[in-house]
Nanobody, 119 residues
Framework: QVQLVESGGGLVQAGGSLRLSCQASGSIFSINTRGWYRQAPGKQRELVVTITNGGTTNYASSVKGRFTISRDNAKNTVYLQMNSLSPEDTAVYYC?????????????WGQGTQVTVSS
């Protein structure tokens, strides 16, 4: 099992910045990919960005150039630096970890952290 704990959400004005953190514990050696997803009210959860163990990143087009994922392997933590925030970025942000075993995929999720961007 993998446990994920997020922190860093909050309220910010448009144009501002926030940094989210997600610390993993448990069977972290088995994780293949880490990432962030978000879910706005009335919408489906969507990909924000993922990063593989090899460092390959995949950003949603809506955040490319504004958001940056990074990680500190010594702390088992990934970060999401969010700049130039707009009200459209308002959502609950979820940390994600993926373990692939053979043909099976296991997703682990954090509890979510609210990000609210005021206009």
């Amino acid at each position: 099992q993998v446990q994920l704990v997020e922190s860093g959400g909050g309220l910010v004005q448009a144009g501002g910045s926030l940094r989210l953190s997600c610390q993993a514990s448990g069977s972290i050696f088995s994780i293949n990919t880490r990432g962030w997803y978000r879910q706005a009210p009335g919408k489906q959860r969507e990909l924000v960005v993922t990063i593989t163990n090899g460092g390959t990143t995949n950003y949603a087009s809506s955040v490319k150039g504004r958001f940056t994922i990074s990680r500190d392997n010594a702390k088992n933590t990934v970060y999401l630096q969010m700049n130039s925030l707009s009200p459209e970025d308002t959502a609950v942000y979820y940390c994600n970890a993926v373990r692939v075993s053979g043909t099976r995929r296991y997703d682990y999720w954090g509890q979510g952290t609210q990000v609210t961007v005021s206009s």
